[in-house]
């Protein structure tokens, strides 16, 4: 099988109709400009489901370096990758009575019970992936839920394994049924795939936390399962196929000849390296991660002086191979718009 790079790095928004748009080139700013002025003095905390998934990290950076412009001090707690860690982590972080609490990439749903005493306590949330509900008003007491359309994103994913391998592509989906954003997503890549003709060969549920210790058999197994059947592999997140390269190495296919792999999300710097490298990735369609770590600093803003949320919804990008060598040494999405003067401005500094 041939990899076929066909593709450019497009604005995930053209639903790949409108191949060719560059989606790292400079482009007008399409968020707020206007809101209040910083608030003086906040402390916040991020709670962030898991440091070592690359997308929870790049928005974490992203509000420390917000937080930093604003005049905020920030402290982060990581609930490293459990259900227990995450209910700990909200529990320390309501132990400290910071001005905001940022959810940082996990289900409110699944910790409805500690977000109910943050919403007690009156502080404050915003959340990066907490749920399906993306803006304003979100489940659980969240002020503003900021991601891209998570449905977007799979049917860019999806469709690139149409375009790459026609109607006879066997794909086989990763999701963590954890998360119900993540099982939204996944299902949204089977059915883009299948009405377009191509096969779903299975639809695996696998957590995103085990992917260390569960990716190298699981993809030995589906090897000996599927063979050369086995055409493209579909993620909801970019760690799967941080563990996914080794075991193809081990059974001596190459990147080239192997499961071409896309993920749905985030655009990791570890998914940017395989894909400028050929090492068992294709693509990620990326979220703008460090500019959704600003939004997060500026939807608190507006929350905690009682304004109303911007209601901002950013855009992801295709990206490939090709449209790598285009950004440099970069291995980030980060939108050339003027995010950081746009939100300093409104802040006042």
Not at 137 to 146: E, H, L, M, S, T
Not at 180 to 198: C, F, N, P, S, Y
Not at 320 to 327: A, C, H, I
Request: net charge negative; aromatic share 6%.
């Amino acid at each position: 099988m041939q990899k076929r790079d066909f593709l450019k790095t497009v604005l995930a928004t053209t639903m790949l109709a409108g191949i060719g748009l560059p989606a790292f080139a400079e482009t007008a700013w399409d968020g707020p400009t206007a809101g209040p002025a910083a608030a003086d003095g906040k402390t916040i905390v991020v709670v962030a489901a898991d440091l070592k998934n690359g997308g929870i990290l790049g928005v974490t950076n992203g509000v420390e370096e917000a937080a930093d412009k604003i005049g905020w001090e920030v402290r982060v707690l990581d609930g490293a990758g459990s259900i227990q860690g995450r209910t700990a982590a909200i529990g320390q972080a309501l132990a400290l009575q910071p001005d905001g609490i940022v959810i940082n990439g996990f289900d409110a749903v699944e910790q409805q019970a500690a977000l109910e005493g943050v919403a007690t306590a009156k502080i404050p949330m915003v959340a990066w992936h907490s749920g399906p509900k993306i803006g304003c008003d979100a489940p659980g007491g969240i002020y503003a839920n900021i991601s891209t359309d998570a449905m977007t994103v799979s049917e860019v994913a999806a469709n690139w394994a149409i375009e790459d391998g026609g109607k006879d592509i066997g794909v086989i989906i990763f999701t963590d049924s954890t998360y119900q954003i993540a099982i939204d997503k996944a299902d949204r890549l089977k059915e883009t795939v299948e009405a377009a003709g191509g096969k779903v060969l299975e639809y695996v549920d696998t957590p995103i936390a085990d992917t260390s210790t569960r990716m190298g058999p699981l993809t030995t197994s589906l090897l000996q399962k599927y063979g050369d059947s086995w055409t493209h592999a579909l993620a909801i997140n970019d760690l799967y196929f941080d563990f996914m390269g080794p075991a193809l190495a081990s059974a001596g296919i190459s990147a080239a000849d192997g499961p071409q792999a896309g993920s749905a999300g985030d655009g990791s710097e570890a998914a940017f390296q395989r894909i400028r490298t050929g090492g068992y990735q294709t693509i990620t369609v990326a979220e703008p991660l460090n500019l959704q770590g600003w939004q997060l600093v500026d939807e608190l803003n507006r929350a905690v002086q009682g304004e109303a949320c911007s209601g901002y919804i950013t855009s992801p990008a295709l990206v490939t191979q090709s449209g790598l060598e285009k950004m440099g040494d970069s291995n980030s999405f980060d939108p050339d718009t003027p995010y950081r003067e746009a939100y300093s401005a409104i802040w006042g500094k």
